[in-house]
């Protein structure tokens, strides 16, 4: 009698221990929208850079950026929760950001640039504006991070 409780008890032991976990599955991007002003997709844990976009929203606000497309610039950001890689481009007139973790066993520069790139793939670029709105774009991006008490630094554009 006592021995048939053990092993049920043991049976049923090794069951919860080997079954498959389900929380192995990864979340959906999470897709931010502004029409006529930004358009940005998150990681799933990064919506708290939301606040960070609506400031440099801000800054492009107060100092208007001319028109024209402008490639993707690319940035690693450090928040007082941790590190992400941010992606600015502008299609016509409007903003596009994306937002991903790092990942440790590929450069950030690497893994950003091909998260954008699946991103803006169907928004081709129509006039390309000079390198100065570019310059114009990343200091916008490190004046919003100063203001936040951010640090940022520029990994390049696309």
């Known amino acids: 009698m006592y021995e048939g409780l053990i092993l049920l008890c043991l049976v049923v032991g090794v069951v919860v221990l ?24 998150l990681a799933p844990q990064l919506v708290r850079a939301q606040l960070f976009l609506e400031i440099i929203i801000d800054q492009l606000a ?41 990942l440790l066993n590929e450069t ?12 803006m793939v169907n928004l081709k670029m129509a006039v390309v504006a000079d390198e100065q709105v570019s310059v114009q774009l990343r200091t916008a991006v490190q004046n919003a991070a100063s203001d936040v008490n951010n640090l940022c630094s520029t990994l390049g554009s696309a």
Do not use: M, N, W
Not at 26 to 38: C, E, F, K, N, Q
Not at 62 to 91: C, K, M, N, W
């Open 108 to 119: 950030d520069t690497d893994v950003i640039r091909q998260f954008s790139g699946q991103v």
């Open 62 to 102: 107060q100092d208007p950026l001319p028109a024209g497309d402008i490639d993707s610039q690319f940035f690693l950001v450090r928040d007082e929760v941790g590190a992400y890689l941010l992606a600015v481009g502008r299609r016509g007139d409007v903003l596009y950001f994306q937002a991903i973790l790092p």
């Open 18 to 41: 080997i079954r498959p976990k389900k929380d192995g599955c990864l979340d959906a991007p999470v897709v931010i929208r502004r029409s006529g002003v930004y358009h940005a997709t």
